[in-house]
């Protein structure tokens, strides 16, 4: 249909009647009480009619009936489904709504006094759920798309699988599903794979996605991302307190493993690109993106109360433009009373009032923290935190990106835990010794904190992905002519992320296997000019290969074609005996054997050293 709700209007041709119909622009399914069927009823326009005395007692009526023998009393069922291109499609009945066929069209209204079924495709200008349980949940769901999409009432459950139990939570797969988790607010998830959310910009008139969680009923579930992210998430509520993708997180409530990407986040008070007001935990967590609001502001949480922020970073710009008593923060507006460790904020952070790269205010405990963003306000202001009677330990601020010479505001005191350092020293493993084990500067050894010396500042390794980059010799035992003994086949992935260049290497070292049957080679090709952002690799160097010699000892080298080099170092340098069984001929030779040395063939080298061992002719 052109308009779902147009209608085959019948007027008697009369000179009694008078005046004219208008067309309606929304349709509206009821179903029977009796069962059977339902009502479709247009809102077409009847009252411009009328009559003279000795004309007609005119009785309006836009509906008809549509049998769908077997429905339910109180169902819509709507077989064959429905496209139009202009109008309202408006089910509101106190049955099921059972959606048999595709929907493609204008505007979709659904209010249900029980379940609503869809196994269709649904494509629709505008949606709107003002009452019912939707329901799908399935390995394949049908396609969905509402560029402007609303929940008012009901709930709306789109998941892959699972029964929302901590034991098997709901599997969400599209931003649909994640803007349902706010009408099912006790309830267990996990994202089955990462969320594009741009489309949230047209949401809800155009005020974009609504929180999950008010002041009325907090979420009190939980929500692991397991890795995955939403990325371009719009919410523009700038009279709105509690925004953020979670308005509130009450107590109990758990939210993990996820990341923000982009986007842009508005609200009034208690503000925060991931939760605008937190009593749970969250760890594993970060936000990319842009937050504002008028107090209580911060780039992952507005304010946190009671609960737990671990292995957490923000890195979009935060702003508080409000009056009064304005607190913000690159991490969190507020720290009213929890434990936030192991976190960083990059961000630029300006407020009119208390203002700071990591805290607005902080009255509970900070440690293993550091910002680096410059820092704007009113007073107080510090580099760290703004206002603070809490505790801050080893934790640590930018003194080159900010004009400001302290870590917390003129106000306040960081009790010595807040230390001022330079882009450059923030780069050196050896500023963050106070964090002992918890940092290196090593791929693969599983401490909370990687640095890449001189290149980075702290990243938390766990949203670090491992990664092998490999400088494998192109030394391979088979005594094939070398131009360099340590050239080495480099092999790194071509990633954004990876920045950086490898330099080779000049020395090739051989050591044996302590189970024996083969040696390592390994060239000092140099991987330590490799390093990665934040939302990329956790590198492991690795310039060795095996090579087999099946019958060689314990820790022995055995050369059984020999080698030939025109420049770099071969060294040999092994626990066990080294048996040189084919000519050598190169640059430098090196030879540091815990037992014998026997060499059958010609040697003819540039340089030669032995270090240790007994060479045997």
Sequence with gaps: LANIASSNITVPTDAQILGSVFGGDTLTLAGLTAGGGYTATSNADLSGLYSTQQGYDLIGNASRIISTPGSAAGEVRLDNGASWSSGTLAIATAGNINIMGALSGDALRLNSGGAITDTHALNVASFVLGGGNWQQLGATLPAFSAPDFSLVGGSFMRALGGDGSSGNPYQLTDVYGLQGVGTLLSNSFTLSNDIDASGTTGWNGGVGFAPIGDSTTAFTGTFDGLGHTISNLTIDRPSTNFVGLFGITGTG?????????????????????????????????????????????????????????????????????????????????????????????????????????????????????????????????????????????????????????????????????????????????????????????????????????????????????????????????????????????????????????????????????????????????DLSGLYSTQQGYDLIGNASRIISTPGSAAGEVRLDNGASWSSGTLAIATAGNINIMGALSGDALRLNSGGAITDTRALNVASFLLGGGNWQQ
Excluded: K
Aim: hydrophobic share 35%; net charge negative.
């Design 253 to 525: 409530s758990a939210i993990r493993n996820l990341g923000l990407l982009g986007g842009r986040v508005t609200g009034n008070a208690n503000v925060g690109g991931l939760v605008g007001m937190n009593f749970g935990t969250i760890g594993q967590a970060y936000a990319t993106g842009a937050v504002t609001g008028s107090t209580e502001v911060g780039g992952l949480v507005g304010y946190t109360s009671g609960g737990t922020i671990t292995n957490a970073y923000a890195t979009g710009a935060v702003s508080g433009t409000g009056t009064g008593i304005v607190s913000v923060g690159g991490l969190v507006g507020v720290n009213q009373s929890s434990t936030i460790t192991n976190a960083y904020a990059t961000g630029t952070v300006n407020s009119t009032y208390y203002a700071g790269g990591l805290a607005g205010q902080n009255h509970g405990s900070i440690t293993n923290t550091y910002a680096t963003g410059n820092v704007s306000g009113g007073r107080p202001v510090g580099n760290l935190v703004g206002f603070n009677d809490g505790t801050v330990t080893t934790s640590y601020w930018d003194t080159t990106t900010t004009t400001r010479t302290d870590g917390c505001s003129d106000d306040t005191s960081c009790g010595g835990g807040a230390t001022g350092h330079t882009t450059a020293e923030l780069m050196q493993l050896a500023t963050f010794a106070s964090w002992g084990t918890d940092i290196d500067a090593q791929g693969g050894t599983g401490s909370v904190w990687r640095i890449y010396e001189g290149h980075t500042a702290p990243l938390l390794r766990s949203f670090l992905t491992p990664h092998t980059a490999s400088a494998q010799p192109d030394f391979d035992g088979s005594g094939a002519a070398l131009a360099n003994i340590a050239s080495s086949n480099i092999t790194v992935p071509t990633d954004a992320q990876i920045l950086g260049s490898v330099f080779g290497g000049d020395t090739l070292t051989l050591a044996g296997l302590t189970a024996g049957g083969g040696y390592t080679a390994t060239s000092n090709a």
